[in-house]
């Protein structure tokens, strides 16, 4: 009887499973976007350009960051409109940049604290309606980055980084996005265009902020803050990847389903490792071969960025594993790779996946429990 019902069970278990990835993975043909993409590929080319010319590279990320999340900022409408909102956002921005760079070498405790209160604050930021609090979950994850960017360019003495420089790179990527929005304007007739991503949300209408939500963004500014202890304070090699992959595995409000909470899971496993896979090119590579490898996986990381804004409403779990992984190749392409380097960097990702989930774990069981308290005798 146990004999029989054995591979019974097996079978059950891996048709739940097979059925569930299916849905992980399920595509969504309307929501494919090449256009939009190569549209932001040709406006990314400018800043990589650039930045190659002048031999800084260092400051690349600040600016090609700048100017994709400008473009998924942008609310739309007329132009001084979105102008007046892009540089509001810039602005924001900069003073992320700014926290990020400057803090990131310095003590690992202010790290802690920069990434805590930000991720608190974003979180909460849901009390000013989904619109704003999109745009605050961007510059969270821009402050992570920069964190994790300024503490692994302060390890390279042959390396040059300047707080002001990130700052000035970043502002360069907002106004160019102003610029090009500009000449849209101007070739579309000076009227009102909608959004660039127009599936994000638009809603600025207020909501109260319910303990649920208060206890769900304490959870994540937890969550993000113990990532940043770990990989910062105990000094891990490539432990800043721990935050990283947290922050892209944790869904950014209580409301998301499970099915999104596994997308982003998956994706950021699958980001991760690409990364990792890719940065091992360049292991044994000098000279002007290690030069092109480099480029040429800097060229790998837009076309990554690329690809997750094409597909972002195609499949969200193959969105968060091209962004991921373009975020950590062009944070870590100044690491030297190896075999144990690409141990560390997956291990690390594990880390960060394992406390995001159980994070979110913990803030759906308190959930579940607050709205089940009315209900049970006393």
């Known amino acids: 009887m146990a004999t029989a019902s054995g591979p019974g069970a097996g079978s059950a278990l891996l048709r739940k499973a097979t059925g569930w990835s299916a849905k992980v993975f399920a595509l969504d043909p309307a929501g494919l976007n090449w256009p939009r993409g190569v549209a932001v590929l040709d406006v990314l080319l400018v800043p990589l350009v650039v930045f190659w010319s002048i031999g800084y590279e260092q400051y690349l990320l600040s600016a090609l960051f700048a100017v994709l999340f400008a473009v998924l900022a942008d609310p739309g409408g007329g132009y001084v409109h979105r102008a007046s909102h892009i540089a509001a956002f810039g602005l924001a921005g900069t003073a992320m940049t700014a926290l990020g760079f400057g803090v990131g070498p310095d003590a690992w405790g202010w790290s802690v604290l920069v990434a805590f209160v930000i991720t608190l604050v974003s979180g909460l930021m849901i009390a000013f309606g989904t619109r704003r609090f999109a745009t605050a979950l961007l510059l969270n994850l821009w402050l992570v980055v920069a964190l994790a960017l300024g503490s692994n360019l302060s390890r390279h003495t ?142 790998v990381a837009l076309v990554l960025f690329v690809h997750g804004v094409a597909i972002r409403f195609w499949n969200y779990a193959l969105y968060c594993a091209a962004i991921a992984a373009g975020v950590l190749i062009l944070v870590d392409l100044a690491q030297p790779s190896d075999y144990a380097a690409e141990g560390y960097r997956v291990l690390w990702t594990l880390c960060g996946v394992g406390i995001g989930t159980f994070a979110l774990l913990l803030a759906g069981l308190l959930a579940k429990r607050r709205s089940q308290g009315p209900s049970q005798p006393a």
Do not use: N
């Open 158 to 299: 042959r390396v040059t980084s300047y707080v002001w420089a990130q700052v000035v790179a970043w502002a360069s990527g907002t106004a160019l996005w102003i610029v090009v929005a500009c000449l849209v304007w101007l070739v579309a007739g000076r009227r009102e265009l909608p959004q660039p991503i127009a599936e994000l949300p638009g809603d600025t209408a207020r909501r109260k902020l319910t303990p649920p939500l208060i206890a769900f963004a304490v959870i994540r500014a937890v969550a993000i803050g113990a990532c940043v202890a770990l990989g910062f304070g105990l000094d891990l090699s490539h432990g800043y990847w721990m935050p990283i992959a947290a922050m892209v595995a944790m869904k950014p409000s209580l409301e998301q389903t499970t099915l999104v909470a596994s997308q982003r899971l998956s994706g950021a496993i699958i980001g991760a490792v690409a990364a990792g896979l890719l940065l091992l090119i360049p292991t044994s590579e000098h000279g002007l071969r290690l030069f092109a490898v480099t480029r040429g996986l800097e060229v």
